[in-house]
């Protein structure tokens, strides 16, 4: 039975982590798509050789890419030093990057974008390349970290839709052990009786019965021997 318990309780966690890790390769891989596409476009627009701070058209994409994604606090495209030259929150443009978010970029994986939690948010940016592989500059995305699953936060949910399944497993677990003890007890018995009786041992079917005769008669033989060896022992004593 505590093994029937066991394998439901794991299917129901991995059940639960299966939903989380498939929540959060959706939730990045939207991300990523957006993230890839203002990228795209931001480096099309340098390819025509107009720096990066005089993309009038930026401003207008990212207010539009704000306001279709739910979650999406901000978009910011930085320079090369940090600084914002283009944000959605007009209290940001001028102003250099926080720390935390520049020693992100400092620890980013070469070709892949980089990531940090800084209050209350989740802040994903890549870099901006120009023709030539450099890097012309960052555009940065900052999400609420409402948005982000919790770990565990599916396991509520589907441990109380399969709770009436593990009930129907415990009680049918119970079932089976209280069947298969009362056979198995019921078998014991039956041969305990047989072997009290000494009669009927030769049952068919159970080898453990068919072999009780000879058992049973190679026991009385070494009895008979060691009450006859008892005997002459107290033969010899009497003439002694």
């Not at 059940?15 to 798509?33: N, W």
């Not at 401003?59 to 959605?88: C, F, K, M, W």
Request: charged share 20%; hydrophobic share 40%.
């Amino acid at each position: 039975m505590t093994t029937t318990v066991v394998a439901l309780i794991l299917s129901v966690t991995t059940m639960a982590r299966v939903l989380e890790r498939g929540e959060v390769s959706l939730r990045d891989a939207q991300i990523g798509f957006v993230l890839a596409d203002l990228d795209q476009t931001i480096e099309r627009n340098l390819s025509l050789g107009l720096p990066l701070n005089e993309l009038q058209p930026i401003e207008r994409i990212l207010e539009q890419t704000v306001a279709n994604n739910s979650g999406l606090h901000a978009i910011e495209v930085l320079g090369p030093d940090g600084t914002a030259l283009y944000s959605t929150d007009r209290g940001a443009l001028g102003e250099p990057i926080p720390p935390a978010w520049q020693e992100a970029i400092n620890e980013r994986l070469p070709g892949r974008p980089w990531r940090v939690e800084y209050l209350e948010t989740v802040v994903i940016g890549t870099s901006i390349e120009n023709d030539f592989g450099m890097t012309a500059g960052w555009i940065t995305m900052i999400l609420d970290s409402s948005v982000e699953p919790k770990p565990g936060h599916h396991l509520p949910g589907i441990a109380l839709r399969a709770a009436p399944y593990v009930v129907l497993g415990i009680a049918a677990a119970l079932v089976l052990a209280i069947v298969l003890g009362g056979r198995i007890g019921h078998h014991f018995r039956q041969l305990a009786r047989r072997l009290d009786s000494q009669d009927g041992v030769t049952g068919p079917g159970d080898p453990a019965i068919r072999g009780l005769p000879q058992a049973i008669a190679t026991s009385n033989r070494a009895k008979q021997e060691i009450d006859a060896t008892v005997d002459t022992l107290r033969r010899i004593d009497s003439e002694i």
